[in-house]
């Protein structure tokens, strides 16, 4: 088992992101394709490698949201970071008051805890995701 010590040190070192990968079959351990799931997302693994402990993976994904785009309401099995580099989107995260999330800002969302993004405007949105997930586990769930 992670420990919370273990995911904030990874965590720390991380820059993620939404990405609405809760349309396709990927897991921790097969990363998606470029461009799947949600229509008018791309996404582009950037690194992927085993750990930071045994039994799950990290992922380095960059992400395109085309304008007017919404991203539904999902978990991950794991931690995600993000860092948004230009456009921007509300982020409601189950438990905190939603936020808009703009250029420059970076996030962290705690593992399973429901999140989505909306309102995504007339610019597409440009975000570095990393995800520590459980290995074998889907890497999105609809909530």
Do not use: W
């Not at 609405?20 to 229509?39: H, K, L, R, V, Y």
């Not at 936020?99 to 007339?122: L, Y």
């Amino acid at each position: 088992m992670l420990s919370r010590r273990d995911f904030a040190t990874a965590a720390s070192c991380a820059l993620c992101s939404l990405t609405g990968f809760i349309a396709s079959d990927a897991s921790a351990q097969t990363p998606p394709p470029a461009t799947n799931g949600t229509p008018g997302v791309k996404r582009k693994i950037l690194s992927q490698t085993d750990g930071p402990t045994p039994g799950y993976t990290t992922l380095v994904v960059d992400i395109e949201i085309e304008p007017g785009v919404m991203i539904g309401r999902h978990t991950h099995p794991g931690i995600e970071s993000a860092y948004m580099l230009e456009g921007g989107f509300d982020l409601p995260i189950e438990g905190q008051p939603t936020r808009s999330f703009k250029p420059g800002d970076g996030v962290v969302i705690p593992a399973n805890t429901p999140h989505a993004g909306g309102k995504n405007g007339d610019k597409k949105s440009h975000i570095i995701s990393t995800y520590i997930v459980e290995k074998g586990k889907p890497l999105a769930s609809p909530a």
